[in-house]
């Protein structure tokens, strides 16, 4: 079921069994070993014949390879221990962590490593992980300085070549991407339009890194990363090549539906009882999962704002009322209190210390814990569609027999609609365990982060107050 | 200026020099040394004579010593390092530190090591420090069970045999102190009748800590620690002696303004100037700290709410969105996520553990901050009528020039007059010393603890997130 485009205009010469496309087209191919440069095709009308070859470019195959349950479970106590450690789950070592955090790239391809496992269909992905650096915000402007515009630097780890981009670049990829494979990938949203940061330089910054996590996320999964249009966008040569690539990806027929034709499951069909009760499963789960997701953001934002705002004040009115204090001391005209009152200070500007550090801490902590909650909210949304598509597919093909008694659909096309319906069963639970194995990872990634600078916080404040503790005089 | 309290009445024989005294009067000696078991003392009427020694009893001195500045302080860096270091302010280390903090035994007797100062007058501080415990509150009652009252058990350092007080006891001690004492030494108020406290033991804790508080305090004092009517209190051996003792003290008539004449200052007359300058500056002083007590107090109240209330609230709803989103996690069907779900577990549970932390800090720590400083708030106030009564003294003392011209005193009035105040002065300049000295024992005893505390707190916390950290697996 592989599919091709066509590059350019061919019509057809009568009675040699070709067939007439134009550029844009979206064909599928029926035998490509038709041989002499020709290909046998259907276009989307049902009409077949001969296209030649290099007049088309058949699509890539997005292969989903199915992870066979091999070995038991009980048997063998590696087994659990391999897979409850989710070491395995994550990037390579070289992964870039961004220091920043939250914006970290990170490319799935561990599941051939899993080979013993039974979590269904996977897609293949690819040996070395496709990564980028969203960086270095520019201001740049056009129409002689009268429109100013922020241009991101994107560097992908394939060619270590920095490419530009505004972030409405970014949501005509955002848009391509929806358009191509919306359909079988739930495409997450680009960051808000409006973020909010008051200032500009503020602004900027938060939208790099949303960005940078949305670019990541994009990089990581299979078949967005080899996408056509995805690498344009990531290593585009000049502008020449960059516009007549735009050009070509807004004509792409294959698209909607069609993705489905490009993927092929190297599986025999799905058990469409199974399929049903996962999919079941997995929406139940997606729903617990946005109910928990918006509690602890719900939650985060309360504790965002205490950190923020009363909190620090009160440490620094604490840290005012013992400075104050060892002011007065120092009025008493009373000799030799100066240890006394040299410490109070100190211990006062401590906690003065210590409300900045209260006030700045979410930003170190916090922040990433409830960005990755943010994303996965967005995550979680886009699924929905992907989901109900799936689900619309399987009750048609449920009512396939009464509409082939009916007489509305051929036998053929029964058939056809089964095929390319297991096809969509694949590729969602494809889908599936892509998002667990990321959540894993994510989840696992993000709260090492918040506790580790939770940790930090606490000892740089015992520390701090240590110091202050050291200047009393022991009694 | 020794005083006497007559013990029994006594009829002076006409013609033979003698003075009719009745029991409980007190009498200035005049002259101690007239031999055949006689002395010659005035009466409150200014009426002299000869009374037999048994008859009455001579009021102890209290001695107040002048340290006199002695040495350069710019010769000798040791002479600052001495006085800068408090470690020779507090307590001998033998005092017991009670484990619950605050209501901790101190003895003032430091001054004598201090010699080489100028802060002027100080009180003579006995060789060995008076101290108590008050513990072991026990429910009594009486009349058939009808009432029932908390005793609680005073332990002097002295004797290490307990006493049983009520707190209506410690009421009429507090009453004898200040009828006795009030006008030399500023006697701090009981703890509140009412303590806040919804619970009885709650309540019974409380006023324990705050009257081993007092008791504290009042040990602390050369003149209080010394006088009769306390050491009864501490040391009765059987209630008929108490009972007597109470009798006595209730009758005792060296009370209020007589009690300067029980003072004896080892020093000449003080320069009137330099005493107003150091009483103005006192009062300045005691205005400006009653303000940063009051204020460290506010900020104290305010933080122990947000400690004891909101602050472990959002901990609590932290851990429970952590555990929350782990129980979601465990329904996904994907396998081989249990490390995470377990380490997200503990550590929404570890949040949980910090609320109650957080909720119970304030207890620990703040708690001693405020006791202290609503201790403070209370000493500072009990100020205000010693330092107004010698103002007064000091001003009529000013107008005696002119009341001696008005004939209204003779010049043996003035002469008292001025002797007397000087007295007020000297005393007033030992307590204001004795104030300065346990204020920077207090301050650095509790700000040590407090920080101490706070370490704890801090790095407890730490400990508790590190272990959590160390369940997730490391990337």
């Known amino acids: 079921m592989a599919t091709a485009q066509v590059m350019y205009d061919f019509t057809a010469e009568p009675g040699n069994n070709e067939l007439t496309v134009k550029e844009g087209e979206i064909l599928t191919i029926i035998n490509q070993n038709v041989g ?17 070859e290099d007049y088309i470019q058949v699509s890539r195959f997005f292969v989903i390879r199915v992870c066979a349950y091999v070995g038991e479970e009980d048997d063998d106590g590696e ?9 395995s789950t994550g990037g390579d070592g070289d992964t870039p962590v961004d220091e920043d955090g939250g914006a970290t ?14 979590v269904g269909p996977v897609w293949l992905y690819p040996e070395s992980p496709l990564d980028c650096v969203v960086a270095d915000p520019k201001k740049g402007s056009k129409l002689y300085g009268l429109k100013s515009y922020i241009e991101y630097q994107v560097t992908p780890n394939t060619t270590s070549r920095p490419v530009n981009h505004r972030y409405k670049h970014f949501d005509w990829l955002y848009e391509r991407l929806l358009e191509k494979f919306g359909s079988a990938v739930p495409i997450p949203s680009l960051p808000d339009k409006q973020v909010t940061g008051r200032f500009e330089e503020e602004f900027i910054k938060m939208r790099m890194e949303r960005l940078q996590g949305w670019m990541c996320r994009m990089c990581r999964h299979p078949v967005i990363s080899r996408s056509e249009v995805f690498q344009l966008f990531l290593t585009y040569n000049d502008e020449k090549e960059w516009k007549t690539g735009k050009r070509k990806a807004e004509k792409d027929e294959c698209v909607g539906p069609l ?6 499951p190297e599986a025999p069909e799905l058990d469409s009882v199974e399929v049903e009760q996962r999919c079941e499963l997995f929406s139940k789960f997606t729903k617990s999962m946005d109910d928990g997701v918006k509690d602890l953001l ?13 909190l620090p004040k009160e440490y620094q009115k604490i840290g005012k009322a013992f400075q104050n204090l060892s002011s007065v001391f120092n009025t008493s005209g009373y000799q030799g ?5 040299d410490a109070l200070t100190a211990a006062g500007k401590t906690y003065e210390e210590i409300a900045q550090i209260v006030a700045e801490q979410p930003k170190k902590d916090l922040h990433f814990l409830m960005e990755t909650n943010q994303e996965y909210k967005g995550l979680l949304g886009s699924f929905h569609d992907t989901v109900a598509g799936h689900k619309a597919a399987i009750d048609k093909v449920k009512e396939a027999d009464k509409m082939m008694l009916a007489g509305k659909i051929t036998t053929q096309d029964k058939v056809t609609m089964g095929k390319r319906t297991s ?13 667990h194995s990321n959540r894993i990872y994510d989840y696992n990634r993000v709260m090492q982060h918040y506790l580790e600078e939770q940790i930090r916080f606490y000892e740089t404040i015992a520390d701090k107050l240590k110091l202050a503790l050291s200047q009393f005089t022991t009694l």
């Not at 096809?423 to 998002?435: D, G, K, P, T, V």
């Open 36 to 52: 002499g440069g020709w290909v046998e095709a259907q276009n989307s009308k049902g009409e077949c014949g001969l296209v030649p």
């Open 79 to 87: 087994w659990d221990e391999e897979w409850d450690d989710s070491r």
């Open 105 to 118: 790239g990170h490319n799935l391809h561990s599941h051939r490593k899993r080979t013993l496992t039974d």
């Open 259 to 264: 993705i489905f034709s490009t993927i092929d």
């Open 298 to 310: 719900n939650v985060g934002n309360i504790h965002w704002k205490r950190c923020t705002g009363p």
């Open 337 to 341: 209190e100066t240890t006394l009152t």
């Open 423 to 435: 096809i969509m069963s694949y590729s969602l639970q494809a889908e599936m365990n892509h998002f």
